[in-house]
């Protein structure tokens, strides 16, 4: 007996399925993406978060929970369903706390990768900012309860997987919660280990494992190289040791210069036009790493820094200790702007004695009150004189302007990484 085989569509496509399977495994297999985030193909579904809701046989239906029938149609890719979607998404950040430049799983957070992808460029509505606790008790485990988009994946994780029952949901509204199923509460009385399925599955940053933050190298952050639609349905944590032996198939990328870059006494304006390289800076972090730099507020330059970008003037003996510092680690300087090269608007005070300076500043000025030179410790000795850089340290390069403009930075910078003397065309030598 011949045994006709079983379809149904997805947005006018003709999708075969096996009987039991559901409209979101048989999407899988035919390699369309449906948004999700509490699915996993490894776990019994549950439908919580409702993201892959489909328009099937004209009623909205959780395409996880819902199984496959003949002649069924799918719509999964309409103007409705997205909308509903990003709201769904935007109502998850604004009712958790999910400030992805201090997250450490940013690059591999599967909320922030479908934001990206349904283009949610604002939150819309107002932030909650629900009161909850962050439970760090455990010697190798933190749990974050504010960044918890109550997926329920480590609770089927630490049941079906793990058999250790650790977690469940309680409280209703802004009180719900992810519960720790100790007498405590707290995740230091359970049986919970590093090595648990339900330690590796949150799709945010709610359960994180301690000492690894921040540690992940740019190339390996999943979502900065693949869109959530060409990963899939594999989370960046679901299957650690195959992920792990795929990376190191791959062909290793090419080593990462590193930079540093530093304000002396100026405005900080070369640092805003150095930003003003807009998306090329992209293309520039997929070949340098960011040491030393008030952009991510690191404060010491890494012993083998290859490039020091430094703008400014130099003015006080906390400058001088800061040019030592960079010429100790950087194989290159670069002298940024006027400042830097010839004192610029901050040596305008060389001309003044340094007391006449301080007398103006602090006692003689209009409108002060209760007019007293600081002296303390912690405030650095100005110098008699306002200096350009290299008259303090040895500087390999010189990038002219007031601000050198946006593709001056580019121009030297991709010179100096492809292996180049650098050369500034005519019409990038601006010295105003």
């Not at 996880?64 to 769904?88: D, I, P, S, W, Y």
């Not at 180049?420 to 005519?426: A, G, H, N, S, V």
Request: with cysteine; charged share 25%.
């Amino acid at each position: 007996m011949i045994k006709h085989r079983q379809t149904f569509t997805i947005d006018d496509r003709e999708i075969p399925f096996k009987e039991g399977e559901t409209v979101m495994q048989a999407a899988i297999k035919a390699n369309i993406y449906i948004p999700h985030l509490c699915f996993n193909p490894e776990f019994t579904p549950n439908g919580s978060c409702k993201l892959c809701t489909c328009e099937i046989n004209g009623r909205k239906k959780s395409s996880c929970c819902t199984q496959a029938e003949q002649g069924m149609q799918v719509k999964n890719e309409t103007h409705e369903l997205l909308m509903m979607r990003r709201t769904l998404v935007q109502m998850l950040f604004v009712e958790g706390n999910h400030y992805c430049p201090f997250c450490e799983r940013s690059g591999n957070c599967q909320l922030q990768a479908l934001a990206y992808d349904l283009g949610v460029t604002d939150l819309h509505f107002p932030q909650f900012n629900a009161q909850r606790n962050v439970d760090a008790s455990h010697p190798h485990l933190m749990l974050d309860h504010n960044r918890c988009i109550f997926c329920e994946l480590c609770i089927r994780a630490s049941t079906e997987v793990d058999k250790k029952d650790i977690f469940n949901i309680a409280g209703r509204s802004i009180n719900k919660r992810l519960a720790v199923n100790s007498k405590s509460g707290y995740l230091k009385d359970t049986d919970m280990k590093v090595t648990d399925k339900s330690a590796h599955i949150c799709p945010v940053g709610c359960i994180i494992i301690k000492g690894e933050g921040f540690k992940t190298p740019i190339g390996e952050r999943i979502y900065d190289k693949h869109s959530i639609r060409d990963v899939g349905n594999i989370r960046p944590t679901s299957n650690i040791k195959e992920q792990s032996k795929a990376q190191a198939a791959e062909p290793q990328p090419k080593k990462k210069l590193k930079l540093a870059t530093c304000s002396l006494a100026g405005c900080f304006g070369c640092h805003m036009s150095f930003l003003d390289i807009d998306e090329r800076i992209i293309e520039l972090l997929e070949q340098v790493e960011l040491s030393r730099s008030p952009l991510n507020d690191i404060k010491s330059c890494a012993e083998d820094c290859d490039l020091g970008l430094i703008e400014g003037g130099v003015c006080n003996t906390e400058n001088i200790e800061v040019l030592r510092h960079f010429r100790k680690n950087c194989k290159i300087i670069i002298a940024v702007g006027s400042c830097a090269i010839n004192g610029g608007v901050p040596a305008l005070r060389n001309g003044i004695d340094v007391k006449a300076c301080l007398d103006e500043a602090y006692l003689n000025g209009i409108g002060l009150v209760n007019p007293k030179i600081p002296i303390d410790k912690e405030i650095p000795y100005l110098l008699e004189k306002v200096y350009p850089i290299h008259e303090v340290i040895k500087v390999d390069y010189f990038l002219p302007g007031c601000p050198p403009p946006a593709d001056a930075f580019w121009k030297i910078l991709s010179d100096l990484l492809n292996g180049k003397e650098p050369e500034l065309p005519y019409d990038l030598l601006h010295f105003d």
